[in-house]
């Protein structure tokens, strides 16, 4: 067997720099709201990314209601209809899902898990919040605005975001592009952190190849996002300066219902690729932090290490190198290039390789495991079945050809929502139910738990797998009403019907969810500091939840790496990373190699 | 034991919806079976995987769950079985690829001799633009566009001047003759898809695309929009009639030329300007 990390040490390089002097908040004000802990930045991020996240599911319930009920509501109009979707969208990916990922699990677990007492730069980690925290508040403004948010679709394509054809192309899109810029900022400031920490702000005897994956997961997320929005930013500077200034950047000559504009000279396909550059890492910036939690959440839970750790960390830095030269297969029928295709089609599949590898890795991970079906294995085996699921349809789509007919139809929506909204979503929900205990003191309510599991995933499974097949039938997505056609049977409209009822029951358990969240807060069971018997550092600390500073007087020393579970000889069936050797009882391993260095 | 059952429920569930399903293509209507061939490939191989790693998840959380006394096996990684599985990945991902880009190869390259016809779009309808006798178009600007000049055509173009052009009616298209779509915007970002002929393309304005295909059945088909461009998206609906040359050339014949049309516009305009100053007289 090649030569793993998991091989413990007595020897440990003593610090080369002493301990920097934290910053301590003085009063209610900067310990609890301009606070510089990562923890308290941490939960102000989830609870903001959860209000917001909610708007984004009651949209996801009006454009449903549409869908399946086309003729009864006659408050959504086709302009309200896509907005919703618009909204929906734009929402869901970047203000929940990455604020939540990066800013929320970033924030608590990164110091906790790496040995140390919080962010690196606690001050712009603050400011990143902070900002954060306005441009959500800017999203929401632009609901209120005369003609009211944009509803060019969250892809944002010029021309027609900027043109009054298309609602919410006034107040509307420039608070949109606002908000983003802002949230580009107030994201790069958390990134840095985030970065920087991981890099410098370990503990001692914590390498990197000791890391848990989930750090390494944020941590390649994050390196994602710094590289991949600053794209984003400058399209959406770019597309402001087009409305406001008039510039023609992203705006060729047009005509428009019959009137000749002043535009000229621009290029509606440099945007796309502007925002597929940024787009495409997205999505691996809210997958890869679930394929780092989940691994932990397997391993954790079946009692065993993760299958091929190095394997795991290696997959997770060529993901996300790959992901930014894939980007222009969300563009195969855009017009581009068609030679193109060869390329991306190439470097798109070749994706597939590291991404089936992680999931071969969790499944191997269960194989003579000592399975507990605890919630969070059940939201772990639940994202393994969505996300294969997703994974595989996404080989269709990103084979050039067989994108042809089913891009922009309802299997691509499908395919997206299986992929990076149920698979993440259900990370998202399996580590709230994991960390709940740390971050609180108390557990949340089993019984509620499996209630909002089982309607979750198979509600959502419910919802996105059947969808698929309205996409072969040739149903076009981001339509308003099918109507009258040619080619789309009854049964169809019967089918989308069942969707909206799903939508509706799965949209009403994550109520019950939110209010086990508040209601375990108070009569939740006290929670054991290590209920799960988990061997990474947020669970060693002398305090649950962790005090200021996380770890007491002394910060931890790493001594092996994450996932020392029913390791053969030890008393117990796992062993903290921070456990010496020493106290390692009964065990039989010879005199660890790199001893002898001393 | 629930859950295992569960999981493999969730898999002969998937796989059974598949077979029943009632939603599937519509009938081919193009030469682009090809598609069809390559979708059905991708769907034994990633429905094989599907199957296979669920199964096996479903398995082990049977086999392996928690029971009193149960201790997890310590394996940290397996060098032989993860280079055995990426191999197969591969060789799976190779057999879907190769196809793939065969097929697209064909999809991009259009048959020496095939006819051309424009497609225009804008907010939101459909216009057909067929080059007349010469077999050619004429030259477009969009800033040439008036009430007149729909399509923008430059009038010092003499290519220009014998294009058919088609408004407020269905696109026609001959049998089994190899059709190639330019594809023109005048506004925003639309894209031409009938279901039936699996090809869809996005028209750009600025920009002139292309797809091709060979109808291969006669019949009415649908058009439709397949790229947001704005409030009326979904209404931006059109027909395409595929029938019997001779038919198709009957209709190509009673349909106008752009010179036809502008001396009709012409003839219309002086009659207005008659009518104007007859008014301005009493």
Not at chain 1, 104 to 124: C, H, K, S, T, W
Request: with cysteine.
């Amino acid at each position: 067997m090649a030569d793993v990390t998991n091989r413990d040490i007595d020897y440990v390089a003593p610090a080369e720099v002493e301990e920097e002097e934290l910053y301590h908040a003085h009063s209610w004000i900067t310990k609890y709201v301009f606070s510089q802990d990562a923890k308290v930045i941490a939960i102000q991020y989830s609870l903001t990314a959860i209000a917001i996240g909610l708007v984004g599911l009651v949209l996801s319930w009006l454009m449903r209601l549409q869908l399946g009920f086309p003729d009864y509501f006659s408050f959504i109009d086709a302009e309200h209809y896509y907005q919703f979707i618009t909204m929906h969208g734009m929402i869901m990916v970047v203000y929940l899902l990455t604020a939540l990922f990066l800013g929320g699990f970033g924030n608590y677990f990164i110091p906790l898990m790496v040995g140390a007492r919080d962010m690196v730069f606690p001050y712009v980690n603050m400011l990143s919040f902070w900002i954060y925290l306005i441009a959500v508040l800017v999203l929401v403004a632009s609901f209120f605005v005369e003609g009211g948010p944009t509803g060019a679709g969250w892809t944002l394509y010029p021309p027609q975001t900027i043109l009054s054809g298309t609602p919410g192309s006034d107040g509307g899109i420039v608070l949109m592009l606002v908000s983003l810029a802002l949230f580009i900022v107030g994201f790069t400031m958390g990134g840095l952190n985030y970065v920087v920490t991981v890099l410098q702000g370990r503990t001692r005897g914590m390498t990197m190849m000791r890391l848990p994956l989930t750090v390494w997961g944020i941590f390649i997320a994050t390196i994602l996002a710094l590289l991949a929005f600053p794209a984003l930013f400058v399209g959406a500077i770019m597309m402001l300066f087009d409305k406001l200034l008039g510039t023609s950047f992203f705006m060729p000559a047009i005509v428009e219902l019959g009137e000749q504009l002043s535009y000229g000279g621009g290029s509606p396909l440099l945007f796309q690729h502007l925002f597929w550059f940024f787009g495409h890492p997205e999505v691996y910036i809210v997958a890869l932090p679930a394929f780092g939690i989940v691994s932990d959440l397997i391993s954790v839970h079946a009692r065993k290490n993760i299958f091929g750790y190095r394997m795991m960390v290696w997959a997770l830095v060529a993901i996300g190198g790959l992901s930014f030269i894939v980007w222009a297969h969300h563009m195969y029928v855009s017009g581009m290039n068609p030679y193109f295709g060869f390329f991306f089609a190439t470097t798109t599949l070749i994706i597939a390789i590291p991404t089936a590898l992680k999931v071969y890795n969790w499944v191997l991970t269960l194989w003579q495991g000592d399975i507990h079906l605890t919630l969070p294995m059940l939201f772990a085996l639940a994202f393994i079945v969505t996300f294969v699921n997703g994974g595989i349809t996404g080989l269709f789509l990103g084979n050039v050809v067989v994108d042809v007919p089913l891009s922009d139809t309802m299997f691509v929506v499908a395919h997206f929502h299986m992929v990076m909204g149920v698979a993440p979503l259900l990370v998202i929900f399996g580590s709230i139910y994991h960390w709940y205990p740390k971050i609180t003191g108390r557990m949340l309510n089993e019984g509620m738990g499996q209630f909002h599991f089982w309607v979750t995933f198979l509600g959502a499974y419910a919802i996105f797998f059947p969808m698929h097949y309205l996409g072969f039938l040739g149903v076009p997505r981001r339509y308003y009403e099918i109507g009258e056609t040619m080619f789309v049977p009854d049964s169809a409209q019967t089918l989308s019907a069942f969707i909206t009822v799903m939508t509706l029951i799965v949209g009403f358990s994550q109520v019950v969810f939110l209010f086990n969240l508040v209601w375990s807060l108070f009569h939740g069971e006290k929670a054991d500091p290590n209920p799960w018997r988990a061997t990474t550092l947020e669970w060693q600390t002398p305090e649950t939840p962790p005090g200021h500073g996380n770890f007491g007087k002394a910060l931890p020393i790493v001594y092996r790496w994450a996932y020392d579970y029913s390791v053969p000889g030890a008393k117990e069936d796992f062993i903290p990373q921070n456990m010496p050797p020493s106290k390692v009882s009964g065990k039989k391993k010879t005199k660890p190699r790199r001893a002898k260095r001393k | 034991m629930i859950v295992a059952f569960v999981l493999l429920l969730v898999v002969i569930g998937s796989v059974g919806f598949h077979l029943i399903s009632p939603w599937w293509w519509t009938p081919i209507a193009s030469n682009w079976g090809y598609i069809d061939d390559t979708i059905n490939l991708t769907f034994w191989i990633t429905g094989f995987v599907f199957v296979a790693v669920l199964t096996f998840m479903a398995y082990c959380v049977f086999r392996f769950r928690h029971t009193k006394g149960h201790k997890a096996h310590y394996e940290p990684e397996s060098a032989k079985l993860e280079i055995w599985l990426s191999v197969l990945t591969s060789l799976g991902v190779i057999a879907m690829l190769t196809p793939g880009l065969f097929v697209w190869y064909q999809f991009i390259t259009v048959p020496d001799g095939a006819d051309e016809f424009e497609v225009l779009g804008q907010q939101w309808m459909w216009s057909y633009r067929y080059p007349g006798k010469d077999g050619r178009l004429g030259k477009t600007d969009p800033r040439n566009v008036t009430a007149d000049n729909p399509f923008g055509i430059d009038t010092a173009d003499p290519a220009g001047q014998d294009d058919v052009l088609v408004q407020g009616e269905d696109l026609h298209l001959p049998l089994d003759r190899p059709v190639k779509f330019l594809l023109r915007s005048l506004d925003v970002l639309h894209d031409f898809y009938v279901p039936q002929f699996r090809a869809k393309m996005d028209m750009i304005p600025g920009m002139i695309t292309y797809f091709w295909i060979t109808p291969t059945r006669t019949g009415t088909f649908d058009i439709l929009c397949a790229e947001l461009c704005g409030v009326g998206h979904h209404a931006m609906r059109g027909i395409v009639v595929v029938e019997e040359e001779s038919a198709y050339k009957d209709w190509l014949a009673q349909q106008p030329t752009f010179a036809q049309s502008l001396a009709k516009a012409n003839a219309g305009t002086r009659r207005v300007s008659t009518l104007n100053a007859g008014g301005s007289v009493r």
